[in-house]
Every structure is written in C-alpha cells, then in structure tokens.
C-alpha cells in the first residue's frame, strides 16, 4: 500500500529537510508554534518553485479559534487565491460555527472558490473541535473535501486510535482520514494497523542555533521566555524514521 507522509513546515529551510526525509507532501505554513498560519506569498512561490512534491497551504489569517466573519473570509479567499497564483497544489482550511459544527455555508464557499482555481482541500484539525465527530465528518466528506486531518479529538494521536479507527469506517472510502499531532516513527506503525488510516501528518520539527555572531540578549523580537536565536527547523532524520516504517507495513 502506498502510505502518504505529510509534513507540515513554516520556513524554506524545512522545506528542503521535508523532501530529504521522504514526505510525498507538505502543508506550508507560518507560524507553526501557533498551529500553522497562511504562509506569506513569497515562501508559497518560491516554495512552488523549489519542491517535486505537491505542496497544500494553510489558509488560517489568525490564532486562536475557526469562528471567522466576513472580513476573516474575505482574507481567506484572497489567500486561497493566492495559493493559486503562486502554483501551489491545494489548500488546507477549517471553519466551525460558535456551537462546534462544521460551518457548511462559510466551508462551501471556501471549497467551491479553491476547486475553481484547481487546487485540493483538506480540512484540518477544526474536526478535533467539534461537538459531533460523526456529523462533522459527514459534512465535510457532503462538501468535496479531499482530506480530513485529525487526531481522533485527542491532544494525542495515541489517544485518539479508536476513534480514528471509527472515522475511517464510517469514510468509507469517500475521504482520506489522516492522522496527525504527536506522530512519530515509534508509534506510526501501531497508529497505521490499528486504525486503517492510509495518510500520516508530523512537523518532525528540532532547533538549530543561529549562525549570527553577534548575539543581543536584551532587544527580544517577541515573548520573552522565547530565544531569539534558537531556529525550529524540520529534522529530516525524523521524517526518514516515520518514511521507513511506513516502507515496511
């Protein structure tokens, strides 16, 4: 079986690693502290430009929760357009409504908008904040949806294995589950056989120190208990580990 291996990045650098370490396809993202934001025009272009693999935005114009209004969607609408326009393959979204159901009229626009730019959807871990698992589900595989990352509602993958089992037999095959959050080669084979689940997701994120030689401790860039120069890079060590095992299910 061919298993699909996404990683999720939010620097050019990353990128690369990705592609050393063997993943098949990448969410681009900024700001993956946060959970991923929509990447900037210019890292989805040159991104575009540099990788054989297809590359799938994150369309999400702030932290914190999927409750958007007009203004949110109108942002969102042009990013998608802008995923497009720089030669990007898909776009990954998610949109609730405040009592956690997926967001049938807002998601239908977004998805009707990115099929008509020829660009695939998953939606992603919105899901995991959802009242009714089950519901959600059937709403997103009725709007056209590729792709459904989650976590089986857990903080965990572990912890959500029974029911992303149950999620992969109610798709039946009209949508890929795909696990993710806490992924990693030692529990990617027994999250694999144990659920059915055909598509993995992980960062497979580390550090690098920075390269400056001047290193200012007092002028902080943002959150003070943040290093300003420590860089959060894809480790392709990692990805290769979870690629392997993936190679001998």
């Given at each position: 079986?061919?298993?699909?291996?996404?990683?999720?990045?939010?620097?050019?650098e990353s990128?690369?690693?990705?592609?050393?370490?063997?993943?098949?396809?990448i969410?681009?993202?900024?700001s993956?502290a946060?959970?991923?934001?929509?990447?900037s025009?210019?890292?989805?272009k040159?991104?575009?430009?540099?990788?054989?693999?297809?590359?799938y935005?994150?369309?999400?114009?702030?932290?914190?929760?999927?409750?958007?209004n007009s203004?949110?969607?109108?942002?969102?609408?042009?990013?998608?357009?802008?995923?497009?326009?720089?030669?990007?393959?898909?776009?990954?979204?998610?949109?609730?409504t405040?009592?956690?159901?997926?967001?049938?009229?807002?998601?239908?626009?977004?998805?009707?908008?990115?099929?008509?730019?020829?660009?695939g959807?998953?939606?992603h871990?919105?899901?995991?904040?959802c009242?009714?698992?089950?519901?959600?589900l059937?709403?997103i595989?009725?709007?056209?949806?590729?792709?459904?990352?989650t976590?089986?509602?857990?903080?965990?993958?572990?912890?959500?294995?029974?029911?992303?089992?149950?999620?992969?037999t109610?798709?039946?095959?009209?949508?890929?589950?795909?696990a993710?959050?806490g992924?990693?080669?030692?529990?990617?084979?027994?999250?694999?056989?144990?659920?059915?689940?055909?598509?993995?997701?992980?960062?497979?994120?580390?550090?690098?120190?920075s390269?400056?030689?001047?290193?200012?401790?007092?002028?902080k860039?943002?959150?003070?208990?943040?290093?300003?120069?420590?860089?959060p890079?894809?480790?392709p060590?990692?990805?290769?580990?979870v690629?392997e095992?993936?190679?001998?299910?």
């Amino acid at each position: 079986m061919n298993y699909q291996l996404e990683v999720c990045i939010d620097n050019v650098e990353s990128l690369h690693s990705a592609i050393q370490g063997g993943a098949t396809r990448i969410e681009l993202c900024s700001s993956l502290a946060l959970g991923g934001l929509t990447p900037s025009y210019g890292l989805m272009k040159q991104s575009a430009r540099i990788s054989p693999i297809p590359i799938y935005a994150m369309i999400r114009p702030r932290q914190g929760d999927f409750l958007y209004n007009s203004e949110e969607m109108a942002i969102m609408l042009d990013d998608i357009d802008a995923a497009a326009n720089a030669g990007l393959q898909g776009v990954v979204f998610g949109v609730l409504t405040a009592q956690g159901e997926v967001n049938h009229e807002q998601s239908a626009q977004l998805i009707q908008h990115a099929k008509q730019r020829g660009l695939g959807v998953t939606f992603h871990r919105a899901i995991d904040q959802c009242a009714d698992v089950r519901q959600a589900l059937n709403t997103i595989i009725e709007l056209g949806c590729e792709r459904v990352l989650t976590s089986g509602l857990a903080s965990q993958v572990e912890e959500g294995i029974a029911t992303l089992a149950e999620m992969v037999t109610l798709a039946q095959g009209r949508i890929q589950i795909m696990a993710g959050a806490g992924l990693n080669a030692d529990n990617v084979t027994r999250i694999v056989q144990q659920t059915g689940v055909q598509e993995v997701h992980l960062s497979g994120k580390t550090t690098r120190p920075s390269r400056m030689q001047l290193q200012v401790a007092n002028a902080k860039m943002g959150q003070a208990n943040l290093d300003d120069f420590v860089i959060p890079v894809t480790n392709p060590q990692t990805i290769a580990q979870v690629a392997e095992q993936l190679k001998a299910l």
